[in-house]
């Protein structure tokens, strides 16, 4: 028996469409370039209508984000783009919602809503650009910022430790956790169509280059020197496997990852961790990855798919609870409400 | 009950115009519950009515101290009511802490009922009466007729045998007190039997218990001898039509369904629960059949953010809150205006600052709503001046919000949010019409879209996103007049400021023009009021227009822009007096607009004005 799958008609769509006529004002160099072009490249191959799109920002640099993209867009006020777009996604589930926000707007003054968007599982793409640094602001130390840091506002080193962005996010009962860099192109594209195939709130951290005040913070995960054993790069139901000749592996022992050494007798492939993106243990471990260094020095940083769960979503369960009470009580007059119950008649 | 049935002892009938009761006990006396009963009851036999509940901040302070003390006032009649009254005529105390708190304003030969079983050693202690001094027992209300009566046991009594528990058989004793309530007031329990079964519907056992309870009160009343008085209060003389009890915060639910009906848009709610505003997240949430989308967000930014977002997506979109609310949605209210985005900011005033007093009521909000906000950024500001006022001025919100583009702050206060009275409610046929458009073509011969291109309201254009070929960004830097692209530039920003403030002024052209409530122009003294001081203000001067004074009573819904005619109106009087429940604020608009000596009474106590605070007061001016 064949099926007939009505495919909408959409105009066909090309990068150029997305670009509107404003000059773009990131420093030279800045990795939110790279994000908006792969954003512009991978946008007409997701099948969805240019005017459904709605980008939600905050403040900061990447929040500028909002002006680069033609299609519908607010930049609104620091901290809450988050809590703008879930207004708009309950309102509206039609619509393609995403999000950008830095470390700052999304884990500083709009910490409390990144959480809450996260636990509540909008369908909405959430792409924070972590340069662990302020940039607009002229740079003070963000709440990624190592340990130790120096800046404007920390001139004998930050005294704080630094937020894991992942580890918070599957903390926050994230559905969708992931990792990507600016400087790797083909990489960022892959994740950002998981992220908007994902249905729920889908968290992506770029890794992204402030050339001004904060620059190199990552290139040793994109160096060619430094990458190849540095850099984990996950694939579902694939060994975690990494090295110069891909000679590294991670093996579990217990909940502790242990580097192993492919060459060396007894290592078997076979052995390795298997990633499995819904299993919300191992995917806590492997966010925690950058945070075992002193411990673990040879442990790569992985990018890719963390965690990957479906979860209903907040704006269908919200529809699918308004289509119950309308089938059971039906729609009444609005006369009723106004008269409600008991009423009594003078006269 | 019928009436008309013998009754078993002599009492006199007392005919009376008007009455005040004041329910008072624990916490956990459900006062509250026995006062919205009698309240329904009463308005459910055509009385017109105010009521004025009062309860503590705490969910349940120590039981039987004076801080536990919850009250419930109702003010009661056959002529139009508009007070819950300043003094009451029967006090009902449960307890010595209520006996203590609420004695001060019974009036001089009024009548106590006690539950004596709240007056043993330990309640006396707690209500800090000094160390072996009982009222009950001291001659100190020789001036009241006291009746006390062992609720408590006559209650377990009533109900032995039943198999309950001392705690259910302990939560019957208020239906008990009602009861005798009813005997006294010659009112059929019947309204309250029907709650009861509903209420207790799964619960056979405590209804049956309740009922009994209730009955066994009115038996007490019919049979024992120690009532000697009895009221007889006529029908109201109400004008002629259907009626409802309504509280405020139920007029304002209400209110937001019917202006989404009437206009189209879909109800979006963004709120976090705040005393006194969370009935109105409450009661939304019940009407899923209408499609609203009550959205309880993390927290009161997220309230008015959620709301933007939903305003954004072509929603009709609230967010309900209190003043400190209030403080943490400011910037995004301001991001709203700059936006020109459609949005409804309910502030159900209390007193303040800070946490203040969140369960006492205030109108201290109203220089926030003016000037709260950084930048130049006037937006209008409706207040509604009783329960059921607050359904017309939050659908007047509504329309406004939706025709001007603009957030619309709306200021009530808790007095009327949690009081009630009937109201005469309109049908779906009478709401005025909201008309709203989207735009879905471009309003440019050149073909690009001008987002800020506004029209003979100075509004822009409302756009849906998904909207094809009218793709464009909004956001709070600063826009290009009709453009809307960013713009830093001199002129631009000068211009842009002007035009937003000239577009909230020009919503005087589309609002009424102001009427004296009562009394005529150029009376000797107008009395100016905005919110819920309306009841007190209109009962202080029907009595002394009655009484041949010269004086007028204006009250006020659009607070910004203010009607036209205001200051012509006002220069015609001599004397202009403002009471307000805070320091002087309207005060300082109408001095500072029209430039008139307003003299000031302010109440800032977390208690609506008596009618006699203000009559002194206008007396006096008059006197001068």
């Given at each position: 028996?064949?099926?007939?799958?009505?495919?909408?008609?959409?105009?066909?769509?090309?990068?150029?469409?997305?670009?509107?006529?404003?000059?773009?004002?990131?420093?030279?160099?800045?990795?939110?370039?790279?994000?908006?072009?792969?954003?512009?490249?991978?946008?007409?191959?997701?099948?969805?209508?240019?005017?459904?799109?709605?980008?939600?920002?905050?403040?900061?640099?990447?929040?500028?984000?909002?002006?680069?993209?033609?299609?519908?867009?607010?930049?609104?006020?620091?901290?809450?783009?988050?809590?703008?777009?879930?207004?708009?996604?309950?309102?509206?589930p039609e619509l393609s919602v995403w999000v950008v926000t830095?470390?700052?707007?999304?884990?500083?003054?709009?910490?409390?809503?990144?959480?809450?968007?996260?636990?509540?599982?909008?369908?909405?793409?959430?792409?924070?650009?972590?340069?662990?640094?302020?940039?607009?602001?002229?740079?003070?130390?963000?709440?990624?910022?190592?340990?130790?840091?120096?800046?404007?506002?920390?001139?004998?080193?930050?005294?704080?430790?630094?937020?894991?962005?992942?580890?918070?996010?599957?903390?926050?009962?994230?559905?969708?956790?992931?990792?990507?860099?600016?400087?790797?192109?083909?990489?960022?594209?892959?994740?950002?169509?998981?992220?908007?195939?994902?249905?729920?709130?889908?968290?992506?951290?770029?890794?992204?280059?402030?050339?001004?005040?904060?620059?190199?913070?990552?290139?040793?995960?994109?160096?060619?020197?430094?990458?190849?054993?540095?850099?984990?790069?996950?694939?579902?139901?694939?060994?975690?496997?990494?090295?110069?000749?891909?000679?590294?592996?991670?093996?579990?022992?217990?909940?502790?990852?242990?580097?192993?050494?492919?060459?060396?007798?007894?290592?078997?492939?076979?052995?390795?961790?298997?990633?499995?993106?819904?299993?919300?243990?191992?995917?806590?471990?492997?966010?925690?990855?950058?945070?075992?260094?002193?411990?673990?020095?040879?442990?790569?940083?992985?990018?890719?798919?963390?965690?990957?769960?479906?979860?209903?979503?907040?704006?269908?369960?919200?529809?699918?609870?308004?289509?119950?009470?309308?089938?059971?009580?039906?729609?009444?007059?609005?006369?009723?409400?106004?008269?409600?119950?008991?009423?009594?008649?003078?006269? | 009950?019928?009436?008309?049935?013998?009754?078993?002892?002599?009492?006199?009938?007392?005919?009376?115009?008007?009455?005040?009761?004041?329910?008072?006990?624990?916490?956990?006396?459900?006062?509250?519950?026995?006062?919205?009963?009698?309240?329904?009851?009463?308005?459910?036999?055509?009385?017109?009515?105010?009521?004025?509940?009062?309860?503590?901040?705490?969910?349940?302070?120590?039981?039987?101290?004076?801080?536990?003390?919850?009250?419930?006032?109702?003010?009661?009649?056959?002529?139009?009511?508009?007070?819950?009254?300043?003094?009451?005529?029967?006090?009902?105390?449960?307890?010595?802490?209520?006996?203590?708190?609420?004695?001060?304003?019974?009036?001089?030969?009024?009548?106590?009922?006690?539950?004596?079983?709240?007056?043993?050693?330990?309640?006396?202690?707690?209500?800090?009466?000094?160390?072996?001094?009982?009222?009950?027992?001291?001659?100190?209300?020789?001036?009241?007729?006291?009746?006390?009566?062992?609720?408590?046991?006559?209650?377990?009594?009533?109900?032995?045998?039943?198999?309950?528990?001392?705690?259910?058989?302990?939560?019957?004793?208020?239906?008990?007190?009602?009861?005798?309530?009813?005997?006294?007031?010659?009112?059929?329990?019947?309204?309250?039997?029907?709650?009861?079964?509903?209420?207790?519907?799964k619960n056979p056992l405590i209804a049956e218990a309740n009922?009994?309870?209730?009955?066994?009160?009115?038996?007490?009343?019919?049979?024992?001898?120690?009532?000697?008085?009895?009221?007889?209060?006529?029908?109201?003389?109400?004008?002629?039509?259907?009626?409802?009890?309504?509280?405020?915060?139920?007029?304002?639910?209400?209110?937001?369904?019917?202006?989404?009906?009437?206009?189209?848009?879909?109800?979006?709610?963004?709120?976090?629960?705040?005393?006194?505003?969370?009935?109105?997240?409450?009661?939304?949430?019940?009407?899923?059949?209408?499609?609203?989308?009550?959205?309880?967000?993390?927290?009161?930014?997220?309230?008015?953010?959620?709301?933007?977002?939903?305003?954004?997506?072509?929603?009709?979109?609230?967010?309900?809150?209190?003043?400190?609310?209030?403080?943490?949605?400011?910037?995004?209210?301001?991001?709203?205006?700059?936006?020109?985005?459609?949005?409804?900011?309910?502030?159900?005033?209390?007193?303040?600052?800070?946490?203040?007093?969140?369960?006492?009521?205030?109108?201290?909000?109203?220089?926030?709503?003016?000037?709260?906000?950084?930048?130049?950024?006037?937006?209008?500001?409706?207040?509604?001046?009783?329960?059921?006022?607050?359904?017309?001025?939050?659908?007047?919100?509504?329309?406004?919000?939706?025709?001007?583009?603009?957030?619309?702050?709306?200021?009530?206060?808790?007095?009327?949010?949690?009081?009630?009275?009937?109201?005469?409610?309109?049908?779906?046929?009478?709401?005025?019409?909201?008309?709203?458009?989207?735009?879905?073509?471009?309003?440019?011969?050149?073909?690009?879209?001008?987002?800020?291109?506004?029209?003979?309201?100075?509004?822009?254009?409302?756009?849906?996103?998904?909207?094809?070929?009218?793709?464009?960004?909004?956001?709070?830097?600063?826009?290009?007049?009709?453009?809307?692209?960013?713009?830093?530039?001199?002129?631009?920003?000068?211009?842009?400021?002007?035009?937003?403030?000239?577009?909230?002024?020009?919503?005087?052209?589309?609002?009424?023009?102001?009427?004296?409530?009562?009394?005529?122009?150029?009376?000797?003294?107008?009395?100016?009021?905005?919110?819920?001081?309306?009841?007190?203000?209109?009962?202080?001067?029907?009595?002394?227009?009655?009484?041949?004074?010269?004086?007028?009573?204006?009250?006020?819904?659009?607070?910004?822009?203010?009607?036209?005619?205001?200051?012509?109106?006002?220069?015609?009087?001599?004397?202009?007096?403002?009471?307000?429940?805070?320091n002087g604020q309207l005060i300082r608009l109408i001095r500072?607009?029209?430039?008139?000596?307003?003299?000031?009474?302010?109440?800032?106590?977390?208690?609506?004005?008596?009618?006699?605070?203000?009559?002194?007061?206008?007396?006096?001016?008059?006197?001068?």
């Amino acid at each position: 028996m064949s099926e007939i799958i009505e495919v909408p008609v959409i105009e066909k769509l090309t990068s150029k469409d997305f670009v509107p006529n404003q000059d773009v004002k990131w420093c030279p160099g800045c990795g939110d370039y790279s994000v908006l072009k792969q954003v512009h490249t991978i946008f007409p191959e997701l099948g969805v209508k240019k005017e459904d799109f709605v980008f939600v920002c905050g403040i900061g640099c990447s929040s500028r984000f909002t002006f680069y993209v033609d299609s519908y867009g607010m930049h609104s006020i620091h901290g809450r783009a988050t809590a703008i777009a879930s207004g708009i996604k309950a309102s509206r589930p039609e619509l393609s919602v995403w999000v950008v926000t830095g470390d700052g707007d999304a884990l500083s003054i709009g910490g409390n809503h990144f959480i809450h968007i996260l636990r509540k599982n909008f369908d909405i793409n959430i792409l924070l650009f972590n340069n662990q640094i302020y940039g607009l602001t002229k740079g003070q130390y963000s709440p990624t910022s190592e340990t130790g840091k120096i800046t404007k506002s920390s001139p004998y080193g930050s005294v704080e430790q630094p937020f894991n962005p992942a580890e918070l996010a599957l903390g926050a009962k994230a559905t969708f956790v992931s990792r990507t860099l600016d400087r790797d192109p083909k990489h960022m594209q892959s994740i950002l169509k998981k992220a908007y195939y994902h249905k729920g709130a889908s968290f992506v951290e770029i890794y992204q280059n402030c050339p001004v005040f904060n620059d190199g913070a990552f290139f040793i995960f994109t160096d060619k020197e430094t990458k190849k054993t540095e850099s984990l790069f996950l694939e579902e139901g694939k060994p975690l496997v990494f090295g110069v000749n891909n000679d590294r592996g991670i093996k579990l022992d217990g909940f502790n990852p242990v580097v192993v050494d492919l060459n060396e007798n007894g290592n078997s492939v076979n052995d390795l961790w298997i990633h499995d993106e819904k299993d919300r243990i191992k995917a806590n471990i492997l966010a925690g990855f950058q945070d075992m260094k002193d411990t673990n020095p040879d442990l790569p940083r992985p990018f890719g798919v963390l965690y990957a769960v479906d979860k209903p979503t907040y704006e269908d369960a919200m529809e699918e609870q308004i289509a119950r009470v309308i089938s059971k009580k039906g729609k009444p007059a609005l006369d009723k409400i106004l008269s409600g119950d008991k009423t009594w008649v003078i006269g | 009950m019928d009436t008309t049935e013998p009754t078993l002892h002599k009492f006199d009938v007392i005919e009376a115009e008007s009455v005040v009761v004041r329910f008072s006990g624990d916490s956990g006396d459900g006062m509250q519950l026995t006062g919205t009963q009698f309240t329904d009851t009463t308005a459910f036999l055509g009385k017109d009515l105010s009521t004025f509940p009062e309860f503590p901040a705490e969910i349940r302070a120590p039981a039987g101290t004076l801080a536990g003390v919850s009250g419930f006032q109702v003010h009661f009649g056959s002529k139009e009511i508009f007070t819950a009254g300043d003094t009451y005529d029967v006090l009902v105390a449960m307890n010595a802490a209520a006996l203590g708190n609420d004695l001060k304003n019974l009036k001089k030969g009024g009548i106590i009922i006690t539950n004596t079983a709240g007056f043993d050693q330990k309640n006396l202690r707690l209500a800090e009466y000094p160390e072996g001094v009982n009222p009950l027992e001291d001659g100190s209300l020789a001036n009241y007729q006291v009746y006390k009566i062992d609720v408590t046991r006559l209650t377990k009594d009533a109900l032995k045998d039943m198999g309950l528990s001392n705690k259910d058989i302990e939560r019957s004793k208020n239906m008990f007190v009602l009861g005798v309530l009813y005997w006294m007031f010659d009112q059929s329990p019947d309204y309250t039997l029907t709650f009861i079964k509903e209420k207790f519907s799964k619960n056979p056992l405590i209804a049956e218990a309740n009922i009994k309870a209730l009955k066994a009160g009115l038996n007490y009343g019919d049979t024992t001898e120690i009532f000697t008085t009895r009221f007889k209060i006529n029908h109201s003389n109400l004008p002629t039509g259907t009626y409802r009890s309504i509280t405020g915060n139920h007029a304002t639910a209400i209110a937001l369904v019917a202006a989404s009906e009437k206009s189209g848009l879909p109800l979006f709610l963004g709120s976090y629960p705040i005393t006194p505003a969370s009935d109105v997240l409450h009661e939304l949430s019940k009407y899923k059949e209408f499609r609203v989308r009550s959205f309880q967000a993390e927290d009161e930014i997220a309230a008015v953010c959620s709301a933007i977002g939903a305003s954004y997506g072509g929603s009709l979109a609230v967010t309900s809150t209190s003043g400190p609310g209030m403080s943490l949605k400011t910037e995004a209210m301001g991001l709203a205006l700059m936006l020109e985005l459609p949005l409804v900011v309910l502030n159900i005033q209390r007193g303040g600052p800070s946490t203040g007093l969140p369960t006492k009521t205030e109108q201290s909000d109203l220089l926030q709503a003016m000037y709260g906000r950084h930048g130049e950024s006037p937006l209008p500001v409706l207040a509604s001046n009783s329960p059921a006022d607050c359904f017309y001025t939050v659908y007047e919100a509504c329309k406004i919000a939706a025709e001007h583009m603009t957030p619309v702050i709306v200021l009530n206060d808790g007095y009327i949010a949690n009081g009630s009275e009937p109201w005469r409610f309109p049908t779906e046929e009478d709401l005025e019409p909201i008309s709203v458009s989207f735009t879905t073509e471009t309003n440019n011969k050149d073909g690009v879209f001008l987002p800020y291109k506004r029209d003979e309201k100075l509004s822009r254009p409302w756009v849906k996103p998904g909207t094809k070929g009218l793709e464009h960004r909004i956001g709070g830097l600063e826009r290009e007049n009709e453009t809307g692209d960013i713009s830093y530039e001199a002129e631009n920003h000068e211009i842009m400021v002007k035009l937003r403030a000239a577009k909230i002024e020009k919503i005087a052209d589309y609002i009424p023009l102001q009427t004296i409530d009562t009394g005529k122009e150029n009376a000797k003294v107008c009395i100016l009021g905005w919110g819920s001081t309306y009841g007190s203000i209109k009962s202080v001067s029907l009595d002394l227009i009655k009484e041949g004074y010269d004086v007028a009573h204006i009250h006020l819904r659009y607070l910004n822009p203010f009607p036209k005619n205001l200051g012509e109106l006002l220069s015609g009087f001599e004397t202009i007096l403002i009471p307000e429940m805070n320091n002087g604020q309207l005060i300082r608009l109408i001095r500072d607009k029209y430039l008139l000596p307003a003299i000031g009474l302010n109440k800032i106590k977390g208690l609506p004005f008596t009618t006699l605070e203000i009559r002194e007061k206008v007396l006096e001016l008059l006197n001068k």
